[in-house]
């Protein structure tokens, strides 16, 4: 370890903030991983095949790649931008603006996803999906940690940054939770083979009255969950970029 600045210990309260942040991703299976284990795994067992199983649906074949999927995370690319513009819409409109202009959409599926952005903006405001980005990043970033993807000093700075974009884009574990929550049922009603058309009553059904109430009963009955009892204005600390994520980084850019 370089310097001071990468130290991790979890006795210090931005540390634990660090690992409080992946809370929502872990909690759907509390059977494999532990919250405060930086690495999650609760054994060593199949380390290979689990690293193999997330390198494969992420489309990862070297540690650049790695890193350049966190990066695309930490800046909200991957579904944290998916209508952002359509949130500053809704932010200037009023409530029966916001009708009309359902109604005048083309068809049922653009309807129900105009639905669908109403209740997420009422819910999160304009950060719409973005939880959803920087929770699965730092969860690829304590598993690229355990795989020697990630050094000790990136695995700090990371955590780091993605715990200083969190505090301030998000007012507390309450909306972070419910912006993840809304990008994941987004998430899975794209990913699904159906039509749009057979999928929308899931968006707008399922995904809220199943999905959602779901995941806030495995968050309510897990005593052991970090979060919402971790102090939310924990103050983090200032890390520099180590120098080996800025090579890479830069390596990508070029090439």
Same mark, same amino acid.
């Not at 005048?104 to 653009?110: I, L, R």
């Not at 940054?161 to 998430?187: N, P």
């Given at each position: 370890m370089s310097s001071s600045q990468y130290i991790f210990d979890t006795s210090l309260p931005h540390c634990q903030w660090w690992l409080a942040i992946t809370s929502p991703q872990i909690c759907y299976s509390r059977d494999l991983y532990d919250y405060h284990i930086p690495g999650m795994r609760k054994t060593d067992d199949d380390l290979e095949a689990w690293g193999r199983s997330i390198t494969d649906s992420w489309g990862i074949e070297n540690r650049r790649d790695w890193h350049q999927v966190i990066h695309q995370l930490a800046m909200a690319e991957v579904h944290g931008k998916i209508w952002m513009s359509e949130f500053s819409r809704r932010?200037?409109?009023?409530?029966? #603006? =916001? &009708?009309?202009?359902?109604? %005048?959409? %083309? %068809? &049922?599926?653009?309807q129900g996803e105009m639905r669908f952005l109403d209740v997420v903006y009422r819910h999160v405001g304009q950060v719409g999906f973005k939880a959803w980005d920087y929770c699965r990043g730092s969860f690829l970033t304590r598993v690229g940690y355990v795989l020697g993807m990630v050094t000790q000093e990136e695995f700090a700075f990371?955590?780091?940054?993605? @715990?200083?974009?969190? +505090?301030?884009?998000? @007012? #507390? =574990? &309450? +909306?972070? +939770?419910? @912006?993840?929550?809304? #990008?994941?049922?987004? =998430? &899975?009603y794209i990913n699904e083979q159906d039509d749009d058309q057979v999928n929308i009553p899931y968006l707008l059904n399922s995904g809220f009255s199943i999905g959602y109430s779901q995941f806030f009963n495995l968050i309510e009955n897990d005593p052991d969950i970090p979060i919402p009892a971790l102090n939310w204005h924990t103050e983090l600390p200032d890390i520099r970029i180590p120098e080996t994520l800025r090579s890479l980084l830069n390596e990508e850019e070029e090439g």
């Open positions: 932010a200037c409109m009023t409530s029966s #603006g =916001w &009708e009309q202009r359902i109604a %005048d959409a %083309d %068809d &049922e599926v653009a990371l955590l780091n940054y993605f @715990s200083q974009q969190i +505090q301030k884009q998000f @007012s #507390g =574990w &309450e +909306q972070y +939770q419910h @912006s993840f929550i809304f #990008g994941r049922s987004y =998430w &899975e």
